[in-house]
Every structure is written in C-alpha cells, then in structure tokens.
C-alpha cells in the first residue's frame, strides 16, 4: 500500500498545481473580503460540517507503529497533517477567489465548478474535470485502502487473529452501508 500511496501523491500534487495555476487568471482578490467580515464565531460554526474533510489523521496513530524509526513519529504526523491541511487550506481560498462565497455556498462540488471555470486553448483535454475526477479516484482508493486495512487490523488484534479474514469480512459489511444511501442528499446525512 505504501508504494502504491507513493505513486499516487506526485500524480496528486502535480495535478493540484496543475489546477492551482491555472485557475489563477480568473482569480479576483475581491471575492476574498473581507475576511473573517461576520466575526470568528461563523468560522467556528463552520468546523462541524468541515472536519470530516479532515478524518484520516488518525491512521497515523496507526502508521507511526510501523515505523523502523519511531524517534522521527513526532515530525511525520504534522508533515502528514500539514500537506493536506496547506492542501484545503489552497484549495478554499482558490475556488472562493475564482467564483465568491456567495456562488460556493450553492455548489454541491464547488472545486469541480472551479475547473469548469477556466479553459485553456490548445489544451490536450477539453473537458479537464475528467482528468480531476480520474485523480480524485486515485485518493479514494488510497483512502478506502488504509482504512479499510486499519479496520481489518483493528479487529484482528482485538480477537487476536490473522487479519486476513477480517479483510474479507469487512467487504460485505461496508458494501452493506454504501448501500443505505438512495440519494446524494441521504449520503451527505451518512457523512455527518
């Protein structure tokens, strides 16, 4: 899984970029002010709806048990933090430079909007949200693998078996619940 992880974070970072500069001719400083206009308190609200986002951190409780230098644990975990949090931190701030506050409040998918946005002529792809959906494939993948692993983990050790059988186990059980959701919007009620 770590080499796997290791090809798809370049192809990531790239693409990130990738979107990152090209949205930057239709970015408009304006759609960014005032910042923090209403006050810390809408920003607080805020975190609720957002830190699922930010689940994953804890498989690097997990991972730093792995390690062959346990010493170095400390620094992996906020470089590990850091890069996603820098990640969404340039992802907000460019999809609300490019279409404001008011139009990402409405969007389902506001960072697909965003490569909507902007063309580019010449181009090899026409339609280069393809090209994002293809990439966001990619860290699903690598998120439903790590954390499908610490899970099979997780209850291998709590039973004190193999974890092999536990891999297996879990697939019926999470096809199960991926299969609740009937709509988008029951989906978005699951994730909360």
């Given at each position: 899984m770590a080499r796997l992880f290791e090809i798809i974070l370049p192809i990531t970072v790239v693409?990130?970029?990738?979107?990152?500069f090209m949205s930057l001719k239709i970015f408009e400083i304006?759609?960014?002010?005032?910042?923090?206009?209403?006050?810390?308190?809408?920003v607080l609200k805020g975190i609720k709806t957002t830190s699922l986002s930010y689940s994953g951190f804890?498989?690097?409780?997990?991972?730093?048990?792995?390690?062959?230098?346990?010493?170095?644990a400390v620094k992996t975990v906020l470089v590990g933090i850091g890069f996603p949090l820098l990640f969404y931190l340039t992802t907000v701030v460019i999809v609300i430079g490019v279409?404001?506050?008011?139009?990402?409040?409405?969007?389902?998918?506001?960072?697909?909007?965003l490569i909507r946005a902007f063309e580019v002529p010449g181009i090899v792809f026409e339609r280069f949200e393809s090209f994002l959906f293809a990439v966001w494939i990619l860290q699903f993948f690598a998120s439903y693998?790590?954390?499908?692993?610490?899970?099979?983990?997780?209850?291998?050790?709590?039973?004190?078996?193999?974890?092999?059988?536990?891999?297996?186990?879990?697939?019926?059980?999470?096809?199960?619940?991926?299969?609740?959701?009937?709509?988008?919007?029951?989906?978005?009620?699951?994730?909360?």
């Open positions: 693409t990130f970029f990738l979107v990152a304006d759609n960014l002010r005032p910042v923090l206009g209403l006050g810390v308190e809408p804890e498989i690097m409780l997990i991972v730093t048990a792995f390690m062959k230098e346990p010493k170095k279409l404001s506050v008011d139009a990402v409040i409405i969007k389902t998918w506001p960072t697909v909007d693998t790590i954390m499908h692993y610490a899970a099979a983990l997780g209850l291998a050790q709590l039973f004190k078996k193999q974890d092999h059988p536990f891999v297996y186990g879990l697939l019926p059980v999470i096809y199960i619940i991926a299969m609740f959701p009937k709509n988008l919007n029951d989906l978005f009620k699951l994730g909360i």
